[in-house]
């Protein structure tokens, strides 16, 4: 292939959800694409994302289902924890989801480019710095879709050792007898949970009021006391102001507050990701960076360049998986001349994977109130759930905020939080309710399994219809 003749209907700059999903969508209806990664395919999600931390917290789950397995009359030694084990698995499964998505890609005939994509005028792509050497590509459209990378703080040098962030954390060579995670948000609290669930002592450092800012907050206020049950110390309302590392390299002093300290083996800063928008180039057009460093794009992901779009962790929306897919998606069909319905970011599902996972949809009742909806809400706790009683697990609560009828009862359904067992599984019919704008009585008519975690969402709905069951 020479340098000049390399064309493609679509030009996908990053193998990540929001890139992959593009290619394989677009080359599933027929366009001619080339999908451009320089690292791994399946981006910071399937690599040192989503994937290896649920599998990490799998294995924090079944060491907790061990250690109880007396409890059930199953006589078993005390777990111990095999860590090369686990990070083996791990990297199996990775190793598996990957092969299968370079599969899929091939099938599907999408050119894969190994190396660095710029973008400059009039659509072209220069790639260098790869396996597929130095080419210029040229593309009827463009998706920008470079994912983010992780933040750090001043201070906090990483290491990969007593200093990390969520890349090196999936891939440490032993669990720490002690670490200090810094941001008490969902990635900060899923290695939270996974660490003190396997014997670490955890303590979380949080800026802001509550953990897991934007939850609920009777949802966050299940995870804190759990985590207090376990031994994982929360803090919130506090800065950090910097560590000391201990001279032989073998832990550090974490300083924070007022003067307070903490002593531990490992930092873990998590305070979230940064759009990784450094190689894309964009010299020579009009695709603009606003001052956080993201891609500036209107509703439907087209950026001011012609034929360009961005989606996924590049761009100011959610940075999840689910939601990098259904931009991808969307810039497509928006490519087809389709006009599609711009995304709804308010209804997006979000689940946290921590012990007790947490899944919601909507609003808050405090954001609802906010928007200026009078609400009635009803909550229902997992402790009186069958299915919950079997497996041992009772910690959490289903919340449903709703629109108030003038006779008190719930009109439309605003928000569908959840805290306990499985509930990231149990979402999707409070995102399906949400999202539909289903009322309380449309949802108290289906009827609900028994028994079952996930009947324990059609009770506490039933209950806003002024007619509960058990409470």
């Known amino acids: 292939m020479s340098a000049t003749d390399a064309h493609h209907d679509v030009i996908v700059i990053g193998g990540g959800p929001g890139g992959y999903a593009a290619a394989l969508y677009g080359a599933g209806i027929g366009l001619d694409i080339g999908l451009i990664e320089y690292r791994a395919l399946g981006g910071t999600c399937l690599n040192v994302g989503c994937i290896p931390a ?5 294995t924090a789950h079944v060491f907790r289902t061990v250690g109880h397995a007396a409890d059930f009359g199953v006589q078993a030694s005390a777990p111990t924890i095999e860590w090369g084990t686990t990070l083996a698995r791990k990297q199996s499964i990775i190793d598996q989801l990957v092969g299968g998505l370079s599969g899929l890609l091939k099938q599907r005939k999408v050119t ?5 994509g710029s973008l400059g005028a009039d659509r072209t792509v220069s790639l260098s710095g790869g396996e597929s050497g130095e080419l210029t590509l040229q593309g009827n459209s463009v998706v920008l879709a470079a994912g983010s990378t992780t933040r750090s ?8 050792s007593v200093v990390m962030t969520s890349d090196e954390v ?8 002690s670490a200090v995670v810094i941001g008490g948000g969902a990635i900060g609290c899923e290695f939270a949970s996974m660490m003190g669930d396997l014997g670490t002592e955890v303590t ?19 995870v804190e006391r759990s985590f207090k049950k376990r031994g994982i ?13 201990k001279p032989d390299g073998s832990g550090t002093t974490v300083h924070f507050g007022d003067g307070e300290s903490v002593e531990v083996d490992a930092v873990v800063v998590s305070v979230g990701r940064r759009p990784f928008a450094d190689l894309l180039g964009l010299e020579g057009t009009a695709v603009a960076v606003d001052e956080r460093g993201f891609v500036q794009v209107d509703e439907r992901c087209r950026t001011a360049e012609a034929g360009v779009w961005a989606v996924g962790d590049l761009v100011n929306t959610p940075q999840l998986a689910h939601v990098a897919f259904a931009e991808g998606m969307l810039a497509i069909r928006d490519i087809l001349g389709e006009e599609p319905a711009p995304l709804d970011h308010h209804g997006t599902p979000w689940c946290i994977y921590c012990n007790p ?6 609003h808050t009742e405090a954001s609802a109130k906010e928007a200026g909806f009078d609400v009635v809400s ?9 299915r919950a009683k079997i497996v041992g697990d009772t910690d959490g609560l289903v919340k449903v905020i709703a629109e108030k009828r003038p006779d008190g009862t719930g009109g439309r359904i605003l928000g569908v939080h959840m805290v306990g067992p499985w509930v990231t599984e149990q979402l999707g019919q409070g995102y399906l309710a949400v999202n539909w704008e289903a009322t309380v009585d449309d949802v108290a008519a289906f009827i609900q399994p028994h028994p079952t975690m996930s009947e324990l969402f059609g009770e506490t709905v039933l209950s806003l219809t002024g007619r509960g069951l058990h409470g």
């Open 54 to 58: 649920k599998e990490l917290l799998e």
């Open 112 to 116: 894969v480019y190994n190396g660095k």
């Open 153 to 160: 703080i001043p201070g906090f040098d990483v290491d990969g």
């Open 170 to 177: 999936l891939s440490m060579p032993k669990l720490p007898g």
């Open 204 to 222: 979380i450092l949080e800026a802001l009021p509550q953990i897991l800012n934007g939850c609920d907050a009777d949802a966050a206020k299940v």
């Open 233 to 245: 110390t929360t803090r919130t309302g506090v800065m950090v102001n910097g560590h000391t590392p």
């Open 357 to 362: 996972e947490v899944a919601f949809a909507g």
């Open 378 to 386: 009803s909550k229902h706790h997992f402790v009186g759930n069958g």
